[in-house]
C-alpha cells in the first residue's frame, strides 16, 4: 500500500512530477491529473508570462539531463486559475510553485494565493539556476532568511520551498537552523544541480545555447547528492517540516532510497520527461515489489529507517 498522508491531505501514492517537467500548459497537467501520480504541482510561476532562454535549452543526455529553460511560463494568473478550478473537481490538493524573479515578486504572487480561494499547497522556488544574471537565492543565506521573514509575515497557508543542493555539513547546518525558524510545511531538496556543463565531442560543442552552454542537472548524476539532501534535513529539521525528495529517481528502487532517507512525497524530473505520464504505474509497481520482498506492508514502516554503520 503506497497510500501517503503529506501536510493532513491523503494521496494514493507519494509520487509526482519535478516542477517544470509536463507542467507548463493546462494541456499538460491535465494529463498529469489523469495519470497515476499521486499529485502534481505546476510549473513556477512568475508574475507576468515569460518566454525563457533561447533554444536548445533542454537535452537528454545518457546519464540525466542538463536543462537552461529559464524560467518560461504562462504567468501567474494563468496558473492560479488552472488550480482555482481543479479543485472544484477533486480533493487532490494541487502544488503550486512560485519563483520571482526577486523579493518583491515573491511576496506580491504570495498574497494573491494567501487572499484567493487556493486551498492546496505552495512551493517557493529558491534554487533556479539559469536566470541570467539571478544568482539562486537559497545559496544567499541572508537572503533566504529575509525571505522567509517576510512571507511568513502574512502566508498561513501550506507553505514549503525548494531548495539547491548543498554539498557542506556546514551548509546543511545553517541552512536547516534558518528553516526551522519558520513555520515550514515542507522542503524540497534538490532542485538540479546547477550550472553543469555537457559536451558533444563529435562537434567539440555544447548542447544547449543559454549561458554557452552551462545548465542544471538532473538525472542518474544527481541521485548521491539527492539523497544526501534529503537525509541532511530530515536528521535536521524539526518533525514538522516534512520532505520531498527529487533527483535521480528513475526506478522503484531509487524511490526506496528517497523514502528511506526520510522523504514523504517523491519527485520525478528527467525521467517523466524521457517516459511521459506512464511511468507513474511502473515506479508504483517497482517500489510494491521492493516493499513486499521486505515484508513492509506501508511506507510508514521504513521512512526514515537508514541505518548507520555502528
Ligand atoms: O526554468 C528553469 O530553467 C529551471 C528552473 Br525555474 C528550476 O527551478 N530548475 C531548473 O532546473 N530549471
Given at each position: 500500500m503506497l497510500t501517503t498522508n503529506f501536510l493532513d491531505f491523503d494521496f494514493s501514492n507519494p509520487f509526482m512530477n519535478a516542477?517544470?517537467?509536463?507542467?507548463?500548459t493546462t494541456n499538460e497537467l491535465d494529463e498529469l491529473a489523469a495519470s497515476n501520480a499521486g499529485a502534481y504541482i505546476m510549473k513556477s510561476a512568475t508574475p507576468a508570462k515569460r518566454e525563457g532562454n533561447?533554444?536548445?535549452?533542454y537535452f537528454d543526455v545518457p546519464l540525466g539531463s542538463i536543462n537552461s529553460?529559464?524560467?518560461?511560463?504562462?504567468?501567474f494568473d494563468y496558473y492560479l486559475e488552472y488550480a482555482l478550478k481543479q479543485q472544484e473537481k477533486t480533493s487532490r490538493p494541487v502544488f503550486f510553485s512560485v519563483a520571482g524573479m526577486s523579493v518583491a515578486e515573491n511576496i506580491a504572487m504570495l498574497k494573491k494565493i494567501e487572499a484567493s480561494d487556493f486551498k492546496g499547497v505552495t512551493e517557493l522556488n529558491l534554487?533556479?539556476?539559469?536566470?541570467?544574471?539571478?544568482?539562486?537565492?537559497?545559496?544567499?543565506f541572508e537572503l533566504t532568511y529575509e525571505t522567509l521573514a517576510q512571507v511568513f509575515d502574512f502566508f498561513t497557508k501550506p507553505l514549503g520551498v525548494k531548495l539547491p543542493p548543498y554539498f557542506d555539513m556546514a551548509h546543511f547546518d545553517q541552512m536547516a537552523a534558518i528553516l526551522n525558524k519558520y513555520p515550514l510545511s515542507y522542503v524540497n531538496?534538490?532542485?538540479?544541480?546547477?550550472?553543469g556543463l555537457y559536451i558533444d565531442t563529435d562537434s567539440d560543442?555544447?548542447?544547449?545555447?543559454?549561458?554557452?552552454?552551462?545548465g542544471g542537472i538532473g538525472g542518474e548524476y544527481v541521485k548521491p547528492t539527492a539523497l544526501a539532501n534529503v537525509r541532511a534535513f530530515y536528521t535536521r529539521l524539526k518533525p514538522e517540516i516534512k520532505i520531498i525528495g527529487t533527483g535521480g529517481i528513475l526506478t522503484g528502487q531509487d524511490a526506496y532510497e528517497h523514502l528511506l532517507c526520510g522523504a514523504t512525497m517523491l519527485q520525478v524530473g528527467t525521467q517523466l520527461q524521457k517516459e511521459?505520464?506512464?511511468i507513474f504505474d511502473r515506479l508504483q509497481k517497482e517500489l510494491m515489489a521492493i516493499m513486499e520482498e521486505k515484508g513492509y506492508k506501508t511506507i510508514a514502516e521504513f521512512r526514515g529507517k537508514l541505518k548507520a554503520i555502528v
Open positions: 516542477s517544470g517537467v509536463h507542467c507548463m533561447p533554444e536548445p535549452r529553460m529559464g524560467l518560461p511560463n504562462l504567468g534554487s533556479c539556476p539559469n536566470v541570467p544574471g539571478k544568482p539562486q537565492v537559497a545559496y544567499d531538496a534538490i532542485n538540479s544541480i546547477g550550472n560543442q555544447v548542447v544547449i545555447k543559454p549561458k554557452e552552454g552551462f511521459g505520464p506512464a
